[in-house]
């Protein structure tokens, strides 16, 4: 039972560049969530699907856009990085009481 | 609006003494709180939930946290602390009747000085 799984662990982008960034759940939840963590600014939503066949914007969703392949996967993709999208990565998904089950993240870097 | 404020941006405490993690919350209807810790270079762990019963509720790594609706407060707490619990702390609300989505505080980060 590996819980939530992330791909890749680190990146470097330069400007432009396009990348989808992975995630998947064993845990037979509904809803995944996509966050990023910048230093001071905690924990920002940017897209997030209660169910399969579903997506909805977060906080920050412009520069990124979602896909939720199935149950288990839910990728993240940015189109045309930029440096603005430095920043640490999270999937997570939901357990039967809102709390929220974490993968070990995606460390971008945007040149 | 919902929110939730952590009002210190660090503390520190000695190893032994005990610690307190300080949370509060404003959230229409009735809330479900949970706080999570994030060792460095590492991703979110759960750490305890409050959803209703008790206001102390139990965790992982023997720490607690104590629900008090009077004062909208979820602190997070241990009687004595480790080195190795040195780490971020964050609190998170979500309303019962529409619990898709997690409000997050600002995290603090917690020094356990030996």
């Known amino acids: 039972n590996a819980g939530v799984t992330q791909t890749p662990k680190f990146q470097v982008l330069k400007t432009g560049q396009s990348m989808t960034l992975q995630c998947a759940q064993d845990m037979n939840h509904n809803s995944m969530y996509w966050y990023r963590q910048d230093p001071g600014m905690g924990l920002r939503l940017i897209y997030y699907?209660?169910?399969?066949?579903?997506?909805d914007k977060g906080e920050v969703p412009n520069g990124y856009n979602v896909s939720r392949l199935n149950k288990r996967e839910f990728s993240l993709r940015l189109e045309s990085a930029a440096p603005s999208q430095t920043s640490v990565y999270f999937c997570?998904?939901?357990?039967?009481?809102?709390?929220?089950?974490f993968g070990p993240g995606t460390r971008l870097t945007v040149l | 609006a919902q929110s939730v404020a952590q009002p210190e941006d660090q503390v520190n405490v000695a190893e032994g003494n005990p610690l307190t993690v300080k949370c509060t919350y404003s959230v229409s209807g009735n809330p479900y709180l949970f706080w999570y810790v994030q060792y460095p270079n590492r991703g979110l762990q759960f750490l305890l939930k409050y959803i209703t019963g008790d206001n102390l509720v139990k965790g992982s790594y023997g720490f607690e946290a104590e629900f008090n609706k009077s004062q909208t407060s979820f602190h997070l707490k241990k009687p004595s602390a480790l080195v190795s619990d040195s780490a971020l702390y964050f609190c998170a609300v979500s309303n019962a009747g529409n619990n898709r989505k997690l409000i997050w505080g600002l995290g603090t980060s917690l020094a356990v000085n030996p």
């Open positions: 997570a998904s939901r357990g039967d009481y809102n709390e929220q089950f």
């Open positions: 699907s209660a169910s399969e066949g579903t997506t």
